[in-house]
């Protein structure tokens, strides 16, 4: 599982609150990433990170923040949540593996907005 | 979107017959990889595929990959029931940047 913990694993929020996702790993990885995953359309990237402070975004990043404070550490936070919100979320490390890079992904973290 | 598109989006076989899937994508890709999801879990990663290569084997997984008609196809043979599973395909045009197929539902029936 490439050392890849996800906290909260299940959580129900209501609609307009702030919550934080948090991503840990503990093998020095340099790229994270945050997807979520919803029927019909198969995961979608959200943000990722290279690196420390580093942070792009992915085709779904509208109504997230991230931020990578520490190599171990990527956090997600929905600013104030809505129902289209209500999803699995995955994160996920990359690392070079057979002439390419290969992805590890976490449990997951399946958060309800009511 | 470079998302891929997998097909069918569901399959039922019964155990020991073989299983193919099909992974569409839009763009030039640097390699294809296929992962495995069972059912409340993350996805694990099958096998990579380089876009210079055409064909890859793994215990019991083939799979090819075309590029001039951007698709790739998984095969399993001799299913067991533990294969029953979900399968992504995931194309990466730049390097660390992945994007995800909508996925096969696969079923082996013992």
């Known amino acids: 599982d490439a050392g890849i913990t996800q906290s909260p694993r299940h959580k129900v929020t209501e609609t307009g609150t702030p919550v934080t996702l948090r991503c840990h790993q503990t093998?020095?990885?340099?790229?994270m990433y945050w997807y979520r995953q919803d029927p019909g359309h198969g995961l979608r990237l959200i943000h990722y990170?290279?690196?420390?402070?580093?942070?792009d975004k992915g085709e779904v990043s509208d109504g997230y923040s991230v931020s990578r404070s520490k190599t171990e550490d990527f956090l997600l936070t929905l600013e104030s949540a809505t129902s289209s919100q209500t999803s699995v979320y995955f994160c996920?490390?990359?690392?070079?593996?057979?002439?390419?890079?290969?992805?590890?992904f976490g449990p997951g973290t399946r958060l309800t907005v009511t | 979107s470079q998302q891929g598109e997998e097909d069918p989006q569901a399959l039922s076989i019964q155990e020991g017959e073989n299983a193919t899937m099909n992974c569409s994508y839009k763009?030039?890709?640097?390699?294809l990889q296929w992962y495995r999801q069972n059912s409340g879990r993350g996805l694990v990663h099958l096998i990579l595929?380089?876009?210079?290569?055409r064909e890859k084997h793994s215990g019991r997984l083939r799979v090819t990959l075309d590029t001039s008609k951007k698709s790739s196809s998984l095969l399993i043979t001799a299913s067991r029931a533990a294969d029953t599973a979900s399968y992504f395909c995931?194309?990466?045009?730049?390097?660390?940047?992945?994007?995800f197929g909508t996925g096969t539902s696969l079923t082996v029936i013992p």
């Open positions: 996920a490390i990359s690392e070079s593996r057979g002439g390419g890079y290969e992805q590890y």
């Open positions: 093998e020095n990885h340099r790229y």
């Open positions: 990170s290279y690196g420390v402070k580093d942070t």
């Open positions: 763009t030039s890709i640097n390699n």
């Open positions: 595929i380089r876009s210079n290569e």
């Open positions: 995931a194309t990466d045009a730049f390097p660390n940047q992945f994007y």
